[in-house]
Nanobody, 123 residues
Framework: QAHLVESGGGLVQAGGSLRLSCAAS????????MGWFRQAPGKEREFVAA???????YYADSVKGRFTISRDNAKNAVYLQMNSLKPEDTALYYC?????????????????WGQGTQVTVSS
């Protein structure tokens, strides 16, 4: 069982940066694949980024070159550094963990989800 808590969201101007954090409970964090997803009002939840147990990284085309995912197994945490933010990045951002086999963009393959943290980018 894993409990995930996101933080770091907020209001930022276009072109600005935010760093999201996801703190995970449990003693097996290093064995989880971790992902970030987002959902804007009236839209489907979409994949943002993922990092495997061995720190392979995957990104949605819309955030490549602007967002960076990382993990710190000693702190049971995963991060999402978001630079050059755009108004279209506005969404509720979720952290998720999978315990079997990482399929980065498949939200149905993740076993645990946080409650989300709101990111709002003003133009």
């Amino acid at each position: 069982q894993a409990h995930l808590v996101e933080s770091g969201g907020g209001l930022v101007q276009a072109g600005g940066s935010l760093r999201l954090s996801c703190a995970a409970s449990g003693r097996t964090f290093s064995s989880y694949g971790m992902g970030w997803f987002r959902q804007a009002p009236g839209k489907e939840r979409e994949f943002v980024a993922a990092i495997s147990r061995t720190s392979s990284k995957y990104y949605a085309d819309s955030v490549k070159g602007r967002f960076t995912i990382s993990r710190d197994n000693a702190k049971n945490a995963v991060y999402l550094q978001m630079n050059s933010l755009k108004p279209e990045d506005t969404a509720l951002y979720y952290c998720a963990a999978e315990t079997t086999a990482l399929v980065p963009g498949r939200d149905d393959r993740y076993d645990y989800w946080g409650q989300g943290t709101q990111v709002t980018v003003s133009s």
